[in-house]
């Protein structure tokens, strides 16, 4: 099993800027592709952001390139979402996720899933 531990999220003004934590555990954290996904009131859950095992790729969705940032630290055994530039229509709540070797962006591609953490952007 891999347990996947997120943190910060919040409430935060529209144009401010949020760094979300994924603390993992179980299972040697380098054998994971790592994603991040989010979900709105009513909507599907869709992809984010995710990084490879050694953090040489990173693939983002449209909606998110160029204002956030997916990162990840073997040595803590986490991964990282720097999100800039908030908008309203990113409020969401946002789940880490891990699937062992190579990561897609698909939602059923993903083993395992964190708790989720509520990130809310006020206009």
């Known amino acids: 099993q891999v347990q996947l531990v997120e943190s910060g999220g919040g409430l935060v003004q529209a144009g401010a800027s949020l760094r979300l934590s994924c603390a993992a555990s179980g299972r040697t954290f380098t054998d994971y592709t790592m994603g991040w ?60 996720a891990a699937v062992r070797g190579r990561g897609v962006q698909s939602v059923n591609g993903y083993e395992y899933w964190g708790q989720g953490t509520q990130v809310t952007v006020s206009s």
């Open 37 to 96: 996904f989010r979900q709105a009131p009513g909507k599907e859950r869709e992809f984010v952001a995710a990084i490879s095992r050694f953090g040489a790729s990173r693939d983002y969705a449209d909606s998110v390139t160029g204002r956030f940032a997916i990162s990840r630290d073997n040595a803590k055994d986490t991964v990282y979402l720097k999100m800039n530039s908030l908008k309203p229509e990113d409020t969401a709540i946002y789940y880490c």
